[in-house]
T-cell receptor, first 112, second 113 residues
Framework: LAKTTQPISMDSYEGQEVNITCSHN???????ITWYQQFPSQGPRFIIQ???TKVTNEVASLFIPADRKSSTLSLPRVSLSDTAVYYC?????????????FGTGTRLLVSP | NAGVTQTPKFRVLKTGQSMTLLCAQD?????MYWYRQDPGMGLRLIHY???????AKGEVPDGYNVSRLKKQNFLLGLESAAPSQTSVYFC????????????FGNGTRLTVT
């Protein structure tokens, strides 16, 4: 069961790029890396998922080095509405989503 | 297309009372999950289901029971509520294929006094 480590909190200002790094030293060969975003009083929402190298969508980019022992979620030009908790999860659907572990996440605060 | 719907949104119980939380999904997903989230903490898995008629224990199952009689519904029951069960409860579902993501409801805030 891959355990992840993220910073507890980060601060940024509007318009800046934010990079949140997640460590997952014992990631397994079949594991994917998935990031979720959670606003207060809402359930987590899927942001991005990747296996290796770089993945980009309309919301974020995910950078994964060759050894896959860490990953970095990159949010370009953040706004106040990006203030949320971000969770990094590692696992694969074939062994069951029940083995995915939500840690405490990274609380991002974006200020004007 | 409503996604994952949880009812009720809020509830206050007295110690020893019972209640059932309902989760409904309209995406024809096979897998459904119940999590609890306590202040300042991540989500912890209570019970889950990999298909209609099946349920299994997660990380923190004590004090809860579940049923999945219909594919679209996953019920979480508290037979005798305790103050330690004060929490926000989230339901999630996924079709489980090709690492498809979890889809979450907006939670039920339960207070046990």
């Amino acid at each position: 069961l891959a355990k992840t480590t993220q910073p507890i909190s980060m601060d940024s200002y509007e318009g800046q790029e934010v990079n949140i790094t997640c460590s997952h030293n014992n990631i397994a060969t079949n594991d994917y890396i998935t990031w979720y975003q959670q606003f207060p009083s809402q359930g987590p929402r899927f942001i991005i998922q990747g296996y290796k190298t770089k993945v980009t969508n309309e919301v974020a980019s995910l950078f994964i080095p060759a050894d896959r022992k860490s990953s970095t979620l990159s949010l370009p030009r953040v706004s106040l509405s990006d203030t949320a908790v971000y969770y990094c999860l590692v696992g694969d659907s074939w062994t069951g989503f029940q083995k995915l572990v939500f840690g405490t996440g990274t609380r991002l605060l974006v200020s004007p | 297309n409503a996604g994952v719907t949880q009812t009720p949104k809020f509830r206050v119980l007295k110690t020893g009372q019972s209640m059932t939380l309902l989760c409904a999904q309209d995406m024809n997903h096979e897998y459904m999950y119940w999590y609890r989230q306590d202040p300042g903490m991540g989500l912890r898995l209570i019970h889950y289901s990999v298909g209609e008629g099946t349920t299994a224990k997660g990380e923190v199952p004590d004090g809860y029971n579940v049923s999945r009689l219909k594919k679209q519904n996953f019920l979480l029951g508290l037979e005798s509520a305790a103050p330690s069960q004060t929490s926000v409860y989230f339901c999630a579902s996924t079709d489980g294929g090709d690492n498809s993501p979890l889809h979450f409801g907006n939670g039920t805030r339960l207070t046990v006094t």
